[in-house]
């Protein structure tokens, strides 16, 4: 009978250290937050314009489209790239965040050729020290847009 109440004892406090394990993970897992704003184009599919978790915010990839109208803006890709990044400034506002806190972008162009203008703008809005970026020219981008840039940032408020 020794034997059998030591087993039942070791069983019940393996399950006991598994539960609480598994309650303590639960408890650890990361909460995420979808963001919404007018003042960036709506989604066109199922995906968010960003999510926030554990103190980041991961942006949806932005393209030059007016937030107002859902059209491209036009004057080629350096008024798309001021576009994209208007829009990707907007919806960092609504999750807490804005420009400054960018740690990573990546940046699909068309047509690398357009790499020079891009970074340009690009450099005037994102201040130092400057995010990790990647930057790859890509077949197509969604309506034909020039460019699409996407970013995570550091969620500075909470929202």
Same mark, same amino acid.
């Given at each position: ?5 030591i ?6 406090? $393996? ?6 394990s ?10 995420k937050?979808? $963001?919404?704003?007018?003042e ?10 960003? $999510? ?5 915010v991961?942006a #949806? ?18 008024a798309e ?10 919806v960092l ?16 162009l ?6 020079a203008k891009?970074?340009a $703008? ?5 201040g ?8 790859v020219q ?14 995570? #940032? ?6």
């Amino acid at each position: 009978m020794g034997f059998h109440t030591i087993s039942g004892i070791r069983y019940s406090l $393996i399950a006991v250290i598994l539960i609480t394990s598994a309650l303590a993970v639960g408890a650890q897992s990361p909460v995420k937050k979808a $963001i919404a704003t007018d003042e960036a184009p709506k989604a066109i599919g199922p995906y968010s314009q960003a $999510i926030v978790a554990n103190g980041f915010v991961f942006a #949806a990839g932005q393209i030059g489209s007016d937030p107002k109208t859902g059209t491209l803006v036009e004057g080629g890709i350096e008024a798309e790239t001021e576009q994209v990044l208007k829009n990707i400034e907007a919806v960092l506002k609504a999750a807490g965040s804005s420009m400054k806190d960018v740690v990573k972008a990546t940046v699909f162009l068309a047509d690398m050729n357009d790499f020079a203008k891009m970074n340009a $703008i690009y450099g005037k809005w994102m201040g130092e020290p400057y995010p990790a970026r990647s930057t790859v020219q890509v077949a197509r981008l969604p309506r034909d847009a020039r460019i699409e840039i996407e970013v995570i #940032a550091v969620a500075t408020q909470k929202k």
